[in-house]
């Protein structure tokens, strides 16, 4: 689902690369954590894996895309296919929860009979019915990290990439967005998450790559936060 | 494409933005208003040039007795100087045509002109009579430009007092309007790229308002038409409104400045209508749009990073 072939990432300037050399392989319906310190390169992997970034070098292969020979115009088609969750919810303030998910239908060209049928049943699945008509500001921060991931989901990806989801929650809450991000992975789902959040790696006994100055230095079937000595 | 939703886009965009929009469409208004009238000087130009330009005259004045200001003029012009002069003019090649404006016409003509009564051309203390009057030969051209081979072939024939080209006294016409026109188009120049600066700021400002929501778009796989169309169509939307009020203003300007006023007051010269007035109409029609989708398509690929 999603292949890294030697990719390294270079940016303008002196100093190391972002990425180096990095191979990696994720099946479909893998779930992968992600791991490592800041700047060890897990944001640059997964604006790769969103086109938002080309390799240097190396090649990089998402949903059977090599993404350095994806033309501009087929980029918005590849990013329909992955789900993006970020650590601050990135929602729109001035609209409702439900506006909020149908946002991904609507400027993805969906009717509005879709739109209808589609937003509820996204709703449900992240526990949120309820709360359809609520603002974000009417939220709590784990709501707010369900309504964001409803929005990436809406779309059905068959990836779902999630940039430290739980940095800004509790651990009681934190723990709940993992058991959701579970059952989303239960679906098929591929999930490729970044985190910094140990006790939920140690907890989810998934598979685990480690980065460090853009190299990988781990990758484990079902492995914890740090090395196991 | 969900229509609701980009007409909700547009509204909002209009409203978020509603100073910056005012100015853009005010300068629109002002410079477009400007250009149309460059167009429109430069078809009274043509049309000058095809009424009166086409019909260039040549008068060919005959000798009168005790004519100070033309000493080689000492009497009369005689039966034989006439002639010669009517056979040089209808041997040449540039003449298209020639008619005799006689004594007694050219001075109804000075009478027309105000440059005297009728009282004073009239009793035995007249201060003109028919007399004194030049008579008048009065040549049409093949081609308007070319009238030196005439000119020159006629005026040292004996009886001939003096030539005097239509053109010298349709030239500064000529020179107005083109003075007025690249005036207009000059200001017009400025003033477009002031409306131009103009959208580059409204794109700035309203891509920073809209970054957050822009970046979800792009994340979750909008195409670029549809992140770029609320932009594309509040460009349109502030030609339209500039293109509307700078019609609006031509039309004026035709209406009470051109036909009730000009062509109303002047028969010497045609003036332009209301088939030019549609005519520049198209001209600023295509050109409002061109001057705000252009920018707002390049600076878009600049602002939004795609």
């Given at each position: 689902m999603i292949r890294f072939e030697k990719a390294t990432v270079s940016y303008p300037g002196p100093g190391k690369p972002a990425l180096n050399q990095v191979s990696i392989d994720v099946e479909k319906g893998e779930f992968v954590f992600l791991v490592g310190t800041s700047g060890s390169g897990k944001s640059t992997a997964l604006r790769l894996v969103l086109r938002e970034l080309r390799p240097t070098s190396g090649r990089v292969y998402v949903a059977g895309k090599e993404i350095n020979r994806l033309a501009t115009w087929k980029v918005p088609r590849l990013r329909r296919q992955i789900g993006t969750v970020f650590q601050d919810f990135r929602l729109l303030p001035g609209k409702t929860v439900a506006e909020n998910v149908a946002f991904a239908l609507q400027v993805t060209g969906h009717s509005s009979r879709e739109i209808k049928a589609t937003v509820p049943q996204t709703l449900e699945l992240v526990g949120l019915s309820d709360k359809a008509?609520?603002?974000?500001?009417?939220?709590?921060?784990?709501?707010?990290?369900?309504?964001?991931?409803?929005?990436?989901?809406?779309?059905?990806?068959?990836?779902?990439?999630?940039?430290?989801?739980?940095?800004?929650?509790?651990?009681?809450?934190?723990?709940?967005?993992?058991?959701?991000?579970?059952?989303?992975?239960?679906?098929?789902?591929?999930?490729?998450?970044?985190?910094?959040?140990?006790?939920?790696?140690?907890?989810?006994?998934?598979?685990?790559?480690?980065?460090?100055?853009?190299?990988?230095?781990?990758?484990?079937?079902?492995?914890v936060y740090g090395f196991q000595h | 494409?969900?229509?609701?939703?980009?007409?909700?886009?547009?509204?909002q965009g209009l409203r978020r933005n509603m100073s910056m929009h005012a100015a853009v469409i005010l300068t629109l208004f002002v410079s477009l208003t400007l250009a149309g009238i460059g167009v429109m000087l430069n078809r009274q130009a043509s049309l000058t040039t095809d009424v009166i330009g086409n019909e260039l005259k040549v008068s060919v004045y005959l000798c009168v007795p005790d004519d100070p200001d033309h000493p080689q003029c000492?009497?009369?012009?005689?039966?034989?100087?006439?002639?010669a002069i009517v056979d040089t003019i209808e041997n040449n090649p540039e003449v298209a045509s020639w008619e005799e404006i006689s004594k007694e016409e050219g001075l109804d003509n000075f009478i027309k002109l105000g440059?005297?009564?009728?009282?004073?051309?009239?009793?035995?203390?007249?201060?003109?009579?028919?007399?004194?009057?030049?008579?008048?030969?009065?040549?049409?051209?093949?081609?308007?430009?070319?009238?030196?081979?005439?000119?020159?072939?006629?005026?040292?024939?004996?009886?001939?007092?003096?030539?005097?080209?239509?053109?010298?006294?349709?030239?500064?016409?000529?020179?107005?309007?083109?003075?007025?026109?690249?005036?207009?188009?000059?200001?017009?120049?400025?003033?477009?790229?002031?409306?131009?600066?103009?959208?580059?700021?409204?794109?700035?400002?309203?891509?920073?308002?809209?970054?957050?929501?822009?970046?979800?778009?792009?994340?979750?796989?909008?195409?670029?038409?549809?992140?770029?169309?609320?932009?594309?169509?509040?460009?349109?939307?502030?030609?339209f409104v500039g293109v509307l009020l700078a019609a609006g203003a031509l039309a004026a300007l035709t209406k009470f400045g051109i036909i009730d006023t000009l062509d109303a007051s002047y028969d010497a010269l045609p003036f332009i209508g209301w088939s030019d007035y549609l005519y520049t109409l198209v001209v600023i029609g295509v050109a409002g749009p061109l001057l705000t989708v252009i920018p707002t398509l390049l600076l878009t690929r600049k602002y939004l990073r795609f």
């Open positions: 008509g609520r603002l974000p500001d009417e939220l709590s921060g784990g709501e707010q990290q369900r309504v964001a991931i409803a929005r990436a989901m809406v779309n059905e990806p068959m990836i779902l990439i999630a940039d430290e989801p739980t940095g800004n929650l509790d651990p009681t809450t934190s723990v709940d967005i993992m058991k959701l991000l579970d059952r989303i992975n239960a679906t098929g789902t591929t999930v490729l998450m970044a985190t910094h959040d140990n006790g939920i790696v140690d907890q989810m006994r998934k598979r685990v790559v480690e980065l460090d100055h853009g190299v990988v230095v781990r990758d484990e079937a079902t492995g | 494409m969900q229509l609701r939703h980009v007409s909700t886009n547009l509204r000492t009497t009369e012009v005689t039966a034989a100087q006439e002639a440059l005297v009564t009728q009282a004073q051309t009239e009793g035995p203390d007249a201060l003109l009579t028919a007399d004194y009057v030049p008579k008048e030969l009065r040549i049409t051209l093949k081609n308007p430009n070319q009238y030196q081979g005439v000119a020159s072939a006629v005026q040292d024939l004996d009886g001939v007092r003096n030539i005097v080209l239509a053109k010298d006294l349709v030239g500064n016409v000529f020179t107005i309007i083109n003075v007025i026109k690249y005036s207009a188009w000059g200001a017009a120049a400025v003033l477009l790229l002031a409306a131009v600066m103009l959208v580059a700021n409204t794109i700035r400002l309203t891509a920073l308002a809209r970054r957050k929501e822009i970046e979800i778009m792009r994340l979750v796989g909008a195409s670029r038409i549809f992140i770029v169309l609320p932009f594309l169509l509040e460009a349109v939307f502030n030609a």
